[in-house]
T-cell receptor
Framework: AQSVTQPDIHITVSEGASLELRCNYS??????LFWYVQSPGQGLQLLLK??????LVQGIKGFEAEFKRSQSSFNLRKPSVHWSDAAEYFC????????????FGGGTRVLVKP | NAGVTQTPKFQVLKTGQSMTLQCAQD?????MSWYRQDPGMGLRLIHY???????DQGEVPNGYNVSRSTTEDFPLRLLSAAPSQTSVYFC??????????????FGEGSRLTVL
C-alpha cells in the first residue's frame, strides 16, 4: 500500500527566508506525486505535480519540488517566503495500480514571521 | 466559476442523528470523492465515484453511504452520527476521466460536530 510521511508538523520561517518542506513516500513503482496548499478555512489547491520526466518541477506561487527516487522523497521548496505563504501544505501520492486514489500526508503547517 | 460546491458549511448533530452533506460540481467531471480531514492525519478517502451509478469505498468508509445518480452530484450520508465522525469533510472532483493526470478540485469543506 502507498503511504506518505511529512516529518515536520510545524515550521516557522521569517519572511524573505527560504523554505523547504519534506515529504517521503512509500510505493514500489513510480508514483504520481503532488503538493497541495490549504489556506485557513479553505479547500486544497494544487501547487505542483510530478508524473515523469524532469525531476525538478515548477509550480504556482514560486514553488518547486524535486523528485529523488533513491531517497523516496519529493521535497517542496521556495527561495523567498511571503507572508501570504502561511498555510498548511500537504504532500500526496497516487498510483494507477491503486485505482487512481490519492493518499495524503499529515500536513505541515507553515507560520511566517514578519 | 462555481467549481465544487459543498453544503452546509457547518453542522452540529446529536449522536444517532442522520444527515446528508451535499456536493455538486459544474465541470462535468466523471470522478468525485469525499475526504475527511482530522488534525495530524491529513485527508483520508471515504468514498469515491468514477461516474454516474458507480461508487466504491475508500480508506475509511464505515458509517458513511454515498450514491451517484447524476454526473454533477455526489451526496455523503451519515445514517447514525457518532462523535468519532466529528471532522471537516471535503468533496473533490477530477477531470481527465478520473486519471491522476487530472487536477483534483476541492470544495471549501463542511465542518461537522457530533455531540
Amino acid at each position: 500500500a502507498q503511504s506518505v510521511t511529512q516529518p515536520d508538523i510545524h515550521i516557522t520561517v521569517s519572511e524573505g527566508a527560504s523554505l523547504e518542506l519534506r515529504c517521503n513516500y512509500s510505493y514500489g513503482a513510480t508514483p504520481y506525486l503532488f503538493w497541495y496548499v490549504q489556506s485557513p478555512g479553505q479547500g486544497l489547491q494544487l501547487l505542483l505535480k510530478y508524473f515523469s520526466g524532469d525531476t525538478l518541477v515548477q509550480g504556482i506561487k514560486g514553488f518547486e519540488a524535486e523528485f529523488k527516487r533513491s531517497q523516496s522523497s519529493f521535497n517542496l521548496r521556495k527561495p523567498s517566503v511571503h507572508w501570504s505563504d502561511a498555510a498548511e501544505y500537504f504532500c500526496a501520492v497516487g498510483a494507477r495500480a491503486a485505482g487512481n486514489k490519492l493518499t495524503f500526508g499529515g500536513g505541515t503547517r507553515v507560520l511566517v514571521k514578519p | 466559476n462555481a467549481g465544487v460546491t459543498q453544503t452546509p458549511k457547518f453542522q452540529v448533530l446529536k449522536t444517532g442523528q442522520s444527515m446528508t452533506l451535499q456536493c455538486a460540481q459544474d465541470m462535468n467531471h466523471e470522478y468525485m470523492s469525499w475526504y475527511r480531514q482530522d488534525p495530524g492525519m491529513g485527508l483520508r478517502l471515504i468514498h469515491y465515484s468514477v461516474g454516474a451509478g458507480i461508487t466504491d469505498q475508500g480508506e475509511v468508509p464505515n458509517g458513511y453511504n454515498v450514491s451517484r445518480s447524476t454526473t454533477e452530484d455526489f451526496p455523503l450520508r451519515l445514517l447514525s452520527a457518532a462523535p468519532s465522525q466529528t471532522s471537516v469533510y471535503f468533496c473533490a472532483s477530477r477531470g481527465d476521466r478520473g486519471h491522476l493526470t487530472g487536477e483534483l478540485f476541492f470544495g471549501e469543506g463542511s465542518r461537522l460536530t457530533v455531540l
